[in-house]
C-alpha cells in the first residue's frame, strides 16, 4: 500500500538494509579508518555507542569486507555471559568440538589459534558482540586468549562491540590489563541533524524516489524525537510514511511525524 502510494521500488529505511542502502556517515568514516588499522596492525579495539546506533552493522559490514583467505571471522553474540559459554562459542566457531573442562577448552582453542595463523595464514578476528554483558570473570579471560606462553605475537584480534556501560566496565581496575590492550576505539553517537537530511534523501534514492517526502518542519521533529541514532530514524521514518500514506498525504509533515512519534513507541 505504501511502496504503491509513493512508487517505491523498494521499501525504505528497511531494519535489514542492503548494501546499497547503507548510508557512509561521518562516524562510520571514522570507524572504517580504525578496524581498518586494527586489522593491519592487530590487537585490540573497542568500539561503543547507544542502542541503535549502527554498532554491529558497521562491525558486519566491515568484516564482509575482508579477504576471506587471510582473515578468518569469528563473531560471538552474548548468550549466557559466563566464560565457559564464551569459550565454547568460540571453539565451535573455530571448528573444535569443545572440550569439557575450561583448561582443555583453552588449550584447544590456543592451539586452533595459532594453526590458523601459522599453517593456514589466515588471522582470526573474534568480535564479541553485547559485551556490555559479558561477566567480568569473562572479560578477564579475554586478555588470557591474546598472549600464549611467552609469545608476544599478536596470534588474534579482538573487538569488542557494545552499549555505553561497556566503556564504565572496562575502566574498572580489574579490567586494566585489558584496557591496556586497546589500541583503537570509537563510541558511536546518532546523525548530526545535516546528516539526517543526507540520509533521508539517501535512503529515499534507493528506494527510486527523489523528491523529498519529508518537509522541513518533519525533519526538524524527526531529529528531536531521535537524535539522530538509526534504528529509531528508521523506524519513525517508516511508520510516518506509512501513516502518510493511509492519510493520502502526498508529503511527511510535522502533524503527521508527531502522531507517527507515539504510534511507534519513541
Ligand atoms: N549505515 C547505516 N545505514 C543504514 N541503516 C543502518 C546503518 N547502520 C545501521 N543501520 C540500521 O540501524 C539499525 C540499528 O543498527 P545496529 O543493529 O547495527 O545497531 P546497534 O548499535 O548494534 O544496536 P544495539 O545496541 O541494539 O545492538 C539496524 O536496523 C540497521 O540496519
Ligand atoms: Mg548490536
Known sequence: MMEAFFGFKKTPFSD?????????????????????????????????????????????TFTAGLNPNLYKILYLHWSSGSTLDLLRQLALQLDVEPAHYRGDLVRQISEAIVGLNQSKKQHPILICDEAQLLRHPTLEQLPLLLNFDMDSSHYLTLLLVGQPLLRRTLSLQMHEPLRQRIAVQYHLEGLSREELDAYLAHQLKAAGITQPLFDDTARQALYQATKGILRKVNKLALTALRLAASRKAPAVEESILLDATSEALL
Not at 578496524?35 to 558497521?58: C, I, W
Open 16 to 60: 535489514n538494509p542492503d548494501a546499497k542502502q547503507l548510508f557512509a556517515s561521518q562516524a562510520w568514516t571514522q570507524v572504517k579508518a580504525r578496524l581498518q588499522f586494527l586489522v593491519e596492525h592487530h590487537g585490540t579495539g573497542l568500539l561503543t555507542g547507544e542502542v541503535g546506533s549502527g554498532k554491529s552493522t558497521a562491525a558486519r
